[in-house]
């Protein structure tokens, strides 16, 4: 499966952002979809995953209640809707897949992941 992430840029603080990731490949609706950030000088992070049905989410503390990670299967494409941004989430987005179906969501490691898209960029002015 290759994928590739759009949708960051720059917003100011309390701002909204819509990041989509498409896959390319039939496999996409058996795999389980995640969102890391890497921010400037710190390591790649886990932020949020749907599993293969879309039926199971699972967020890092830090975004629960503020970002929402959905997909839709018809369009082969995973999306993280961004509310409440922060500067603290100002990072470089990566969205990634495994094939794990039949399984919940759960917190994800970079290792885990089959698929990367390269990253977009999000900034968040205070």
């Known amino acids: 499966v290759q994928l590739q992430a759009s949708g960051g840029g720059l917003v100011q603080a309390g701002g909204s952002l819509r990041l989509s990731c498409v896959a390319s490949?039939?496999?996409?609706?058996?795999?389980?979809m995640g969102w890391f950030r890497q921010a400037p000088g710190k390591e790649r992070e886990f932020v949020a995953s749907?599993?293969?049905?879309?039926?199971?989410?699972y967020y890092v503390a830090s975004v629960k209640g503020r970002f929402t990670i959905s997909r839709d299967n018809a369009k082969n494409t995973v999306y993280l809707q961004m509310n409440s941004l922060k500067p603290e989430d100002t990072a470089v987005y990566y969205c990634?897949?495994?094939?794990?179906?039949?399984?919940?969501?759960?917190?994800?490691?970079?290792?885990?992941?089959?698929?990367w898209g390269k990253g977009t960029l999000v900034t968040v002015s205070s």
């Open positions: 990634a897949g495994h094939d794990r179906p039949y399984r919940s969501a759960t917190i994800l490691s970079p290792n885990d992941m089959d698929s």
């Open positions: 749907v599993s293969w049905s879309g039926r199971s989410t």
């Open positions: 490949g039939r496999a996409f609706s058996t795999y389980e």
